[in-house]
């Protein structure tokens, strides 16, 4: 089973920029969708970015359309999310998430989160 751990977390201030990173460890098969997801305080977890691990297809959620960017690294096995412009709304525990099921429907494995904290 394919484990993922998340890292690049942190403060920053309103406007600035981080990168998060899933390092996934075990065999990643073409068909499969790595996604980051976050979850803020007192509200439900929210799908944010994925990408298609051999077609490099993406999709964002529209509120960060423009600002971050979803890369994968096929030779380090790493899926990255650059976040730019971060608004303090964006503050949330990210999560990395794998999807086996070829439509990226369904997520069966993910990492522990890594906090994001947006000051204003």
């Known amino acids: 089973q394919v484990q993922l751990v998340e890292s690049g977390g942190g403060l920053v201030q309103a406007g600035g920029s981080l990168r998060l990173s899933c390092a996934a460890s075990?065999?990643?098969?073409?068909?499969?969708?790595i996604a980051w997801f976050r979850q803020a305080p007192g509200k439900e977890r929210e799908f944010v970015s994925s990408?298609?691990?051999?077609?490099?297809?993406?999709s964002y959620v529209d509120s960060v359309k423009g600002r971050f960017t979803i890369s994968r690294d096929n030779a380090k096995n790493t899926v990255s999310l650059q976040m730019n412009r971060l608004k303090p709304e964006d503050t949330a525990v990210y999560y990395c998430a794998l999807s086996t099921d070829g439509r990226g429907s369904y997520y069966d494995s993910w990492g522990q989160g890594t906090q994001v904290t947006v000051s204003s």
């Open positions: 990408i298609k691990w051999s077609s490099l297809s993406t």
């Open positions: 075990g065999r990643i098969i073409s068909y499969y969708t």
